[in-house]
Nanobody, 113 residues
Framework: QMQLVESGGGLVQPGGSLRLSCAVSGFTLDYYAIGWYRQAPGKERVGLLCISTNDAISYYLNSVKGRFTISRDNAKNTVYLQMNSLKPEDTAVYYC??????WGQGTQVSVSS
């Protein structure tokens, strides 16, 4: 059974950094693209960026470009989302996603002073 589990969320001050992890099980990460999405309170879930099987990164949301990056460690079956220069508007539940259409349960990120 394919499973994705996010971790690393929490409360951070504006300008701070967090690294989220997405641990996958039930499949070999090497063969799947992984993406990160987020859903802010009262808003729809939006795609942020994804990483392909050959480590190509695609950004879906311009406001995170230059601040967020994604990486994968196939040996650990884990994908990371490094978030820098966080802003209050980054507050959301963050989800990882895998092809064909698997989702984690989400992890809360709150940016506030």
């Amino acid at each position: 059974q394919m499973q994705l589990v996010e971790s690393g969320g929490g409360l951070v001050q504006p300008g701070g950094s967090l690294r989220l992890s997405c641990a996958v099980s039930g499949f070999t990460l090497d063969y799947y693209a992984i993406g990160w999405y987020r859903q802010a309170p009262g808003k729809e879930r939006v795609g942020l960026l994804c990483i392909s099987t050959n480590d190509a990164i695609s950004y879906y949301l311009n406001s995170v470009k230059g601040r967020f990056t994604i990486s994968r460690d196939n040996a650990k079956n884990t994908v990371y989302l490094q978030m820098n220069s966080l802003k209050p508007e980054d507050t959301a539940v963050y989800y990882c996603w895998s092809t064909p259409d698997y989702w984690g349960q989400g992890t809360q990120v709150s940016v506030s002073s």
